[in-house]
C-alpha cells in the first residue's frame, strides 16, 4: 500500500473511485426499463443497481469510524457538535438544492395540470426538507427517490456517537469484531425476512432505515479490521476477497437469500478494496475514476429528477428510449453531476463548516492521541 502504516495516513482513492462506480450502478438501475433495445440480460444485471446503496453504507460506517471514531472518545459529548456540523455540511445542502428544484418542477406541473399527487406529496415535503421521510413517517418514496438514503444516513449519522462511545473497536479481539460483524448482518436479514422481505430493495419505507443503520455499524467494525491488517495486507486481502467470492457465488447459485449474501459479500469487498487501495497498478487509482468519486454524491442526488425532466422535454416514448438520447442523459448527467459538485455542493458545504458552531474540544480533538486517514471518500 501508498499508506504509511507508522503515522496512520492514507489516501484510499480506491474506495473514492468505487464510490462513483457504485453512484452510477444506480443511474443505470433507474433508467433500465427506459432504454429501447436493451438485451434482457443487461436489464436483468442493472435492475440490482439498487444494492449499490448497500456498499454506500457500509462504506459510510467504514469511513466514519476511521474519521471520528477516536476523536468522538476523546472529545465526549462536547465534539458531538462538531461531527453534526461535518455531516449536516455534507448532506443537506444539496439535497434542499435538488429538492427545491423538485418543488419548481411539482408547481409547474399542478399549474398545468399533469401533477401527480403521489409523486409531488406536498404535505410530507416538510419531512424531505428535514431528511426524515424515511424514518417511518411514510409509506412510499416520493420528491427526489434517492434522497431515502440520506435520510436513513441522517439516522445514522445521530446514533453514531453512541456507537463510539459504547464502542472502542480498536480495545475488541479480533475473532470478536468478526463475529460482531456477522451477527449485525445476520440480524439485517432476520429482520427483513421476518417482515417478508426477499430483496434488500423490499419496501424501502419499511427497512431502509434499519438496512442502513445495520449495514453502517457493520462498515465501522469493517474499518477495525483494516486498522489491524494494513500493514500486511496480502493474505487478508486474498482472504477477504475469496468470502466475497463465496457469499456471491451463493446468492447467484440461490443457496443464500439476498438479503444475507450481499451486505456480507459487500463488507468483505469493501476490506479487500481498502487493503489494496495504493497498491502499484491498482486500475482503480486512475484520475477518471477518482474524480468520478468526487462528484458522485451529485450524480447520486441529481440524476432522478433531471430524468423526470429529460422525458418530459425530449422523449415521446419513455419505456422505448432511442441510444442516442440515453446518451445524450448520461451526458447530461456527468455534466450536471460536475457543476453541481463545483457550484452548488463545495462551496455550501464549505460555508456551513465555517460557521461558528464547532466546539473548542470538538475542534481540538482533531489532533488529539491518534493519526487518522488523511483523505478517506465523504467525510470532509
Known amino acids: 500500500m501508498r499508506a504509511a502504516a507508522s503515522t496512520g495516513r492514507a489516501e484510499l482513492r480506491a474506495l473514492t473511485s468505487v464510490r462513483g462506480i457504485a453512484a452510477w450502478f444506480v443511474v443505470l438501475y433507474h433508467i433500465r426499463l427506459s432504454i429501447a433495445g436493451l438485451p434482457a440480460s443487461w436489464v436483468a444485471m442493472f435492475a440490482k443497481g439498487y444494492l449499490a446503496v448497500d456498499f454506500f453504507f457500509l462504506l459510510s460506517g467504514f469511513v466514519i469510524w476511521l474519521t471520528w471514531g477516536a476523536r468522538l472518545r476523546e472529545g465526549g459529548w462536547r465534539a458531538v457538535p462538531a461531527f453534526l456540523q461535518k455531516r449536516v455540511a455534507r448532506i443537506w445542502p444539496l439535497h434542499l438544492f435538488v429538492l427545491a428544484g423538485a418543488v419548481a418542477l411539482a408547481l409547474l406541473l399542478a399549474a398545468t395540470g399533469r401533477a401527480n399527487p403521489a409523486d409531488y406529496p406536498f404535505g410530507e415535503l416538510p419531512l424531505h426538507l428535514f431528511l426524515l421521510q424515511n424514518w417511518g413517517f411514510t409509506d412510499r418514496l416520493a420528491w427526489n427517490d434517492p434522497s431515502w438514503s440520506i435520510s436513513a444516513e441522517l439516522g445514522a449519522y445521530l446514533l453514531f456517537p453512541l456507537l463510539a462511545f459504547a464502542v472502542d473497536w480498536r480495545r475488541v479481539p479480533t475473532p470478536a469484531i468478526l463475529a460482531a460483524i456477522a451477527a449485525l448482518l445476520i440480524l439485517l436479514h432476520a429482520l427483513m425476512a421476518n417482515g417478508g422481505a426477499l430483496t434488500l430493495g423490499h419496501d424501502i419505507a419499511r427497512f431502509g432505515l434499519r438496512r442502513c443503520v445495520l449495514e453502517f455499524a457493520s462498515g465501522t467494525a469493517v474499518a477495525a479490521l483494516w486498522l489491524r491488517w494494513r500493514d500486511r495486507p496480502i493474505l487478508p486481502a486474498w482472504s477477504s476477497s475469496a468470502v466475497a467470492a463465496l457469499f456471491l457465488a451463493g446468492w447467484a447459485s440461490g443457496a443464500m437469500p439476498e438479503t444475507l449474501a450481499i451486505p456480507a459479500a459487500f463488507a468483505a469487498v469493501l476490506l479487500a478494496l481498502a487493503l489494496t487501495a495504493g497498491a502499484r497498478g491498482n486500475p482503480l487509482e486512475i484520475a477518471p475514476l477518482h474524480y468520478l468519486g468526487e462528484i458522485s454524491y451529485a450524480t447520486y442526488l441529481g440524476h432522478f429528477m433531471l430524468f423526470v425532466v429529460f422525458k418530459m422535454a ?24 460536475v457543476a453541481l459538485y463545483h457550484l452548488v455542493e463545495r462551496p455550501a458545504q464549505q460555508w456551513i463548516n465555517r460557521l461558528p458552531l464547532v466546539s473548542s474540544a470538538g475542534a481540538g480533538a482533531r489532533g488529539a492521541g491518534h493519526a487518522r486517514p488523511a483523505r478517506l471518500p465523504g467525510t470532509d
Open 314 to 337: 425530449l422523449v415521446d416514448d419513455a419505456h422505448a428510449i432511442p441510444p442516442v438520447l440515453i446518451a445524450l442523459y448520461l451526458a447530461m448527467v456527468l455534466g450536471c453531476s
